[in-house]
Structure formats: C-alpha cells, structure tokens
C-alpha cells in the first residue's frame, strides 16, 4: 500500500466512539476512535477504568472532531491524551444519567512531603501541569531521578512520556509512564531511551 493509499484511509476515518476518564492523578483525558477500533477501544476502556460513549449524535461528533484520535494496541491497551477540562465536561454531559466514574477516577488530595524529604516526581505530576517536578536533561549522560524521557513498551507502538523513578548502579532506568500511571513501571538502559527537545517543556 502507497503512503498516498494509507493517508487517504486515515483522512477518510470519522469518530465513531469516544473514550474519555480521568487518570490515577484526576486529570482528565479523551479521544475518539473510528467504526474499526470500536470493540478494541471500548475494552481497553473498560480496562483503563474510562467510559466509553458511541458518537451517535451531530453534536457528539462535531465535539469528537475536536478531540486527538487516540490509539488502540495489540496489548488491549489504549492511548487516550490529556484534554482541557471544559472539553471534557462538554463531552461528560451525554454520559448516561445513571453512570458513576469508578472510585479511582476520584481526585486525590495533595500530599505534602515531610520536611526534609524532597517531593517525588510522582506527587508533583499530580498538579494542574503534568511536566510539573520534571526535567528534561540536555543529553543522555544528564538522566537522573526525576528526568523526563520518551520510552516505548514494544517498538510497534510508538514511543510516550516517561519519568525515571529509580537509577541503579548498573545502569539501569527505571520508569513509569507519565500519563498512564497505572500501566506497570519499565526498567531501561540509556540506548533503549529517546530525548525530548530542550524547549518541550515550554509548550
């Protein structure tokens, strides 16, 4: 198939379903998937703890059209980006009256560090901005605890956000996927790592 054919198929895909939950830190996340992805995607919903919501009407379709198309993986997972919150609650209203989010969905409180310890990477994600306690290091050899990277479960799938939670002696990275935190952490060594543009942090 030409990259001309495979373009054409994917500018001829229209929102059919769309997905939309709050991750494990309560910030708000929706996309839409076209007819093919649907049984896919509505089981990766339900295993992601978001709902899933047939884009049955002209209004939800112009509000789908608005949303990233998200992705669906041979894992049974599904990639579902981050959305401002007045989109979201836009979307949230065609929800049926009867729908409750699971209790995960429930924002946490802030948790305050203890004096004298320094605030995990992984508390400070949960504000307003998700790069928040994160940095991005210049190149390979400036990774450290706290650095933000891009790192991919199986090379088919694309590469995410990841933040290094641990760094062993030998090398070693460990990771947790920065929007999805409740996908199982990652161990990687530098060459299996990708680098962020200095300048990502201001977008």
């Known amino acids: 198939?030409?990259?001309?054919?495979?373009?054409?198929?994917?500018?001829?895909?229209?929102?059919?379903?769309?997905?939309?939950?709050?991750?494990?830190?309560?910030?708000?996340?929706?996309?839409?998937f076209?007819?093919?992805e649907t049984d896919v995607a509505e089981k990766a919903a339900g295993m992601m703890g978001?709902?899933?919501?047939?884009?049955?009407?002209?209004?939800?379709?112009?509000?789908?059209?608005?949303?990233p198309h998200g992705r669906?993986?041979?894992?049974?997972?599904?990639?579902?980006?981050?959305?401002?919150?007045?989109m979201f609650d836009k979307i949230a209203t065609h929800l049926p009256r009867s729908y409750r989010w699971p209790?995960?969905?429930?924002?946490?409180?802030?948790?305050?560090?203890?004096?004298g310890k320094k605030a995990s990477a992984v508390g400070a994600a949960q504000s307003g901005d998700p790069n928040e306690g994160l940095t991005i290091p210049e190149g390979f050899d400036k990774i450290l605890f706290g650095s933000l990277v891009l790192a991919c479960e199986d090379p088919n799938e694309g590469?995410?956000?990841?933040?290094?939670?641990?760094?062993?002696?030998?090398?070693?990275?460990?990771?947790?996927w920065r929007d999805f935190p409740d996908w199982p952490v990652i161990v990687r060594r530098t060459h299996h790592?990708?680098?962020?543009?200095?300048?990502?942090?201001?977008?």
Request: proline content about 5%.
């Open 1 to 32: 198939m030409t990259n001309a054919a495979v373009s054409a198929g994917a500018a001829s895909a229209l929102p059919a379903l769309i997905v939309l939950g709050f991750d494990d830190g309560g910030k708000a996340h929706a996309s839409w």
């Open 34 to 36: 076209d007819e093919a």
């Open 50 to 67: 978001m709902a899933a919501l047939r884009a049955s009407t002209d209004e939800l379709r112009d509000l789908a059209g608005k949303l």
């Open 72 to 86: 669906v993986f041979a894992s049974g997972k599904a990639f579902v980006p981050f959305v401002k919150a007045t």
């Open 103 to 115: 209790v995960k969905a429930a924002k946490p409180a802030a948790v305050k560090p203890k004096p």
């Open 159 to 176: 590469w995410f956000h990841a933040h290094v939670i641990q760094v062993s002696a030998d090398g070693l990275f460990t990771l947790k």
């Open 193 to 203: 790592l990708a680098l962020l543009h200095p300048r990502h942090a201001e977008r």
